[in-house]
């Protein structure tokens, strides 16, 4: 019998109990994270499941999300240190899945803090007149460091000591790089300085918690999915075979006859808007195009009913007609619109074909000695086309579905991490097909930019993330598991990718992003298995 993966299941966000800094000198900012490349293999794998991170390898540095951090940590930052006298935690829950520790630090912590700097100061401090190491009296010492250097050093070793105890309450639930000390250093100086105690609040994002609506919602959904005619396994299978049979033939000039289904024209097209006032029309410039080559059969593809339009349209002859863009027109700003369109007719040609029989098989598709054997190859290729695309829109209806059944206070740190890793992959998408100027990559790698996308995309992000949520959730609740045998294969032929492509690679990032693919498969396999699902064609 095969081993099972049983590590403690994870949501498809990863966090950590939060890594808490040693020595804060102050509080400050520092860029947290890296864009992260995937493996082409897993991309893939993955296409269609948004809950996909991109995670290995490290590339170019965007510093999009600042998080505030105490200052670096010691080698010692691990131990928690021991206290002369307890610290007092209020725990008080804010909204988007945070949580205020309000920190109470005793007179006696802070003194024994104070006498720690003080015997620090005195083993470093080189003061005129006594040898380095040498016991200095204190008022002598504070005098030459200074008393404003002496209380911020004794601050932050308050920090340092009573962080880790102060975060102890949230631990295993605080998301990784999100402690923040809200209060202001100088704030903290005023009450040590009045009082010799301390208070500060910390602001900590925690893992969410999930809630479905209707409870156990998941179990027993009813998902329709609309397919595309157009991945029909036996139109496609049709339509290429007709494509490669056209390839075959020849364009003939037409010469005593107007435009037919079958033709092929080269068009100039021009539109504008259709005012009352007919001085204020203005042109459409993403509807305007010279030279462009109409092929008939692919009429309702160019414009819906543009064909019946221009039907019998001869060579050099002009032809003017009004339109109405359809509601569901790609470009948002033309839905609706009405327009006059022009189209000029400069040149027209109809296909001379061979006759489609056995003696071109092999001309259609190489190696085949029948047309009817190159029908029986296409059509199974389309098969599988259909039944992958088929697939995918399937996963992408069920996730869609899952988003809006959870509730979810959402923590920021969350969302600029799944928004980071969204527009990190397609930076890297635009940097494999695109050569960047030095200028355009340092505009698009400025926090601007991806803030502006952060904005943007605010509601895609946020239904993603709400999607791993739910994931994960049904993961953990239905103790599904994921056979480590399959784990192995999949890291080795990941990391066979990152090799071929000559990528850097984390194996350990690798193995995670790997165990992650694998675990929301498992979990839409099985929404699949308890699902009433329709297909309809569209």
């Known amino acids: 019998m095969e081993a099972c993966c049983t590590a403690t299941p994870r949501t498809f966000f990863r966090f950590n109990p939060a890594q808490i800094p040693a020595s804060p000198s102050s509080v ?32 170019r540095t965007i510093p999009t999300r600042f ?30 899945s945070r949580v205020r520790l309000s920190v109470e630090v005793p007179a006696l912590v802070c003194d024994d803090c104070y006498k720690r700097v003080i015997s620090e100061f005195m083993k470093q401090a080189k003061v005129p007149g006594f040898r380095p190491g040498k016991n200095v009296p204190e008022n002598i010492l504070i005098s030459y460091v200074g008393k404003d250097a002496v209380k911020k050093a004794t601050i932050e070793s308050i920090l340092k000591r009573t962080l880790p105890h102060a975060m102890s309450s949230v631990s295993g639930r605080a998301l990784e790089d999100s402690v923040r000390i809200s209060t202001k250093f100088p704030e903290m100086e005023s009450t040590y300085s009045s009082m010799k105690s301390l208070r500060y609040d910390v602001i900590v994002d925690v893992a969410p918690e999930v809630k479905w609506n209707p409870e156990g919602g998941y179990k027993n959904l009813k998902i329709v999915v609309e397919i595309d005619k157009e991945i029909d396994a036996q139109t496609a299978a049709e339509h290429e075979l007709r494509r490669r049979h056209k390839a075959l033939g020849a364009l003939r000039i037409v010469t005593e006859r107007g435009l037919e289904v079958g033709d092929v024209a080269i068009l100039d097209i021009s539109a504008t808007t259709i005012e009352q006032d007919e001085s204020a029309a203005q042109a459409i410039p993403s509807a305007e195009s ?9 009429g309702d593809k160019v414009l819906p009913d543009f064909l019946n339009s221009i039907t019998g349209i001869k060579r050099g002859e002009s032809k003017s007609f009004p339109y109405v863009f359809p509601d569901s027109w790609e470009q948002e700003n033309l839905r609706g619109l009405r327009a006059q369109f022009t189209v000029d007719c400069k040149e027209l040609f109809y296909r001379d074909l061979p006759e489609l029989n056995d003696s071109i098989a092999d001309k259609i598709l190489s190696g085949c000695s029948t047309i009817e054997q190159v029908k029986e190859i296409l059509l199974e290729k389309f098969l599988e086309v259909e039944q992958t695309a088929k697939d995918q829109a399937t996963d992408n209806a069920i996730l869609d579905q899952l988003h809006r059944m959870v509730e979810v206070g959402i923590p920021p740190s969350l969302f600029e991490e799944q928004g980071r890793q969204l527009y990190g992959a397609q930076l890297l998408q635009i940097q494999a097909n695109t050569k960047l100027s030095e200028q355009q990559l340092a505009y698009l790698s400025s926090s601007k930019a991806v803030n502006e996308f952060l904005q943007n995309q605010r509601e895609n992000i946020t239904s993603i993330i709400k ?27 990941s990391i066979s990718e990152f090799k071929r492509h000559d990528q850097d690679y984390d194996e350990e990032r690798v193995k995670g992003q790997v165990q992650e693919v694998l675990e929301g498969s498992k979990v839409l396999e099985w929404l699949k298995e308890h699902a009433e699902i329709q297909y309809i064609t569209k």
């Open 28 to 59: 400050f900012l520092k860029p947290s994270r890296n864009i992260q490349q995937q493996s082409p293999l897993l991309a893939a794998r993955a296409s269609s499941r948004q809950f996909l991170h991109p995670r290995p390898d490290c590339r």
């Open 67 to 96: 998080a505030a951090s105490a200052a670096p940590a010691t080698a010692d930052s691990a131990a928690i240190d021991k206290l002369p006298a307890d610290i007092q935690v209020t725990e008080t829950p804010e909204p988007n």
């Open 290 to 298: 010279k030279g462009f080559q109409f092929d008939t059969e692919d």
């Open 467 to 493: 999607q791993n949520l739910a994931v994960g959730d049904i993961y953990k609740r239905e103790n599904l598991q994921v056979l480590t045998d399959e784990v192995v294969k999949e890291v080795e032929n």
